[in-house]
């Protein structure tokens, strides 16, 4: 592939997003280029195997009614559907999956590589290149510029990624995965307003440390309802889930504990600070420490006088 062609459009990160909006141009006709840091894990579950629930289901509906690609690739790779809020009327029930990760990613990069006009570029995007006040390409880690009409960023919590486990504070996107850095100078650059999303990621459990005799079955819906109006029925193996709840002496080590979490530790404050820093320059780094400083009685009125 020429990677120093013109584009249309060029949209960075492969994840749910990137994967609608690379398709939705291509669909359109426009000469599209997906930007990700690794080919193998577009269309990553990262946080919850599951697609829908309560209001996304409508939503991944909606997604499928413009042609979008979620609900046909949850349809071939959903393990369990559930229609939720059975016992209550149909304006607040929500079509829920759950998905085997492995099988969501072979049908999203397989609906990827079957677009037209679609290609897809495995490297880092580290910046912008602008024409007057117009993103009108990117900059990849090794140097090369890629032109396009339009640049869209679907880079999630990857953009200047920080990932928190109790006191280690680790740069990254997601295990394994490193973050977008280099993308954030140059918004600055546009003066755009900068904010930090939070995501959370459930532990992984051994499934052969688990009792599952304990735990109370689940079971799909005996008629799986598919996602997509494209999708005849599922034809997929289903299986039942298992449901646990938490205990007095599980509360009691969460209350314990709460000092070593980054949340109620500080660590995520003393991190943003440094990296609201890293993007002033040294005199105005230090005008607004003190500035700041003068107006803190001790240090949770100084990261409270932070969001003033």
């Known amino acids: 592939m020429q990677t120093e062609k013109h584009y249309n459009v060029i949209v960075v990160g492969g994840g749910h997003a990137g994967c609608e909006a690379c398709t939705a141009a291509a669909r359109t006709g426009a000469e599209t280029l ?26 991944v509906r909606e997604i499928d009614a413009l042609d979008g690609l979620m609900g046909r690739v949850i349809d071939k790779a959903g393990i369990q559907f559930r229609m939720l809020n059975m016992s209550k009327g149909p304006a607040v029930r929500g079509p829920r999956a759950q998905a085997d990760r492995e099988l969501y990613r072979k049908y999203m990069l397989e609906a990827l590589k079957e677009q037209k006009n679609l290609d897809i570029l495995e490297a880092a995007a580290e910046g912008l290149v602008f024409d007057g006040s117009r993103a009108a390409g990117v900059i990849l880690s090794d140097g090369r510029k890629i032109s396009a009409d339009a640049v869209v960023l679907t880079t999630g919590t990857f953009l200047n990624g920080v990932m928190f486990t109790g006191h280690q504070a680790t740069v990254g996107g997601r295990v394994g995965d490193v973050s977008c850095t280099g993308i954030t100078p140059y918004l600055n650059r546009c003066r755009l307003r900068l904010g930090r999303l939070k995501t959370g990621t459930p532990a992984r459990l051994d499934g052969k440390t688990i ?20 999708t005849d029925r599922i034809t997929n193996p289903q299986i039942d889930c298992r449901v646990t709840h938490t205990n007095p002496e599980t509360h009691k080590i969460i209350r314990d504990n709460f000092n070593k979490c980054a949340l109620f530790s500080g660590l995520t404050k003393m991190w943003v600070l440094r990296r609201v820093l890293m993007q002033m320059g040294m005199t105005d780094g230090m005008e607004f420490l003190l500035d700041k400083l003068k107006q803190s009685k001790d240090n949770q ?5 932070m969001n003033s």
Do not use: R
Request: with cysteine.
């Open 34 to 59: 997906l930007v990700t840091h690794n080919v193998n894990t577009v269309g990553e579950m990262s946080c919850n195997p599951a697609i829908g629930g309560l209001g996304k289901g409508h939503l």
């Open 301 to 305: 009125d100084f990261f409270n006088n």
């Open 211 to 230: 009792n599952w005799d304990i735990l109370d079955v689940q079971h799909g819906d005996a008629c799986p309802q598919p996602f997509s109006y494209l």
